[in-house]
Nanobody, 130 residues
Framework: HVQLVESGGGSVQAGGSLRLSCAAS????????MAWFRQAPGKEREGLAA??????????YYADSVKGRVIISRDNAKNTLYLQMNSLKPEDTGTYYC??????????????????????WGQGTQVTVS
C-alpha cells in the first residue's frame, strides 16, 4: 500500500523559507519519479518540480514560477522527498502535495508537470505566506 505523507508546511512571512518533506512507504521509493504540486485557493493544481528516480538520471525539473527559489531533492535511504523553498511570496500560498509515479512521464511523451501522469498522492500540507 503506497503512502505519501507531507509535512513542514506552516505560516511564514514573505521572503522567508520553508522545507517541505514527503515520507514515502509501501513501494520501492528509489525507483519512482517524484514531484511537488501546489494548489492555490481558487486555482488548479500546478506542478512545481519533479525529480527522476535514483536509478534514472536523477534529473530535476522546475516550473518557471519557482525556478531559482526552490530546490527539489530526495534521500533514497530515508525514502523522503524534499522541497526547499526560499524567498517565499504571498502567491506561493496554497496546499502542497507530493506525487509519485513508477515511470517518468516523459518516457511516454507526457509532461512532468501534468498531474494526470502521477498515480500516487499525499494528503497535502498547507503553506501560507503573508
Amino acid at each position: 500500500h503506497v503512502q505519501l505523507v507531507e509535512s513542514g508546511g506552516g505560516s511564514v512571512q514573505a521572503g522567508g523559507s520553508l522545507r517541505l518533506s514527503c515520507a514515502a512507504s509501501g513501494y520501492t521509493y528509489s525507483s519512482y519519479c517524484m514531484a511537488w504540486f501546489r494548489q492555490a485557493p481558487g486555482k488548479e493544481r500546478e506542478g512545481l518540480a519533479a525529480i527522476n528516480s535514483g536509478g534514472g538520471d536523477g534529473r530535476t525539473y522546475y516550473a518557471d514560477s519557482v525556478k531559482g527559489r526552490v530546490i527539489i531533492s530526495r534521500d533514497n535511504a530515508k525514502n523522503t522527498l524534499y522541497l526547499q523553498m526560499n524567498s517565499l511570496k504571498p502567491e506561493d500560498t496554497g496546499t502542497y502535495y507530493c506525487a509519485a509515479v513508477s515511470k517518468p512521464p516523459w518516457w511516454n511523451g507526457g509532461s512532468w508537470y501534468d498531474e494526470r501522469e502521477y498515480t500516487h498522492w499525499g494528503q497535502g500540507t498547507q503553506v501560507t505566506v503573508s
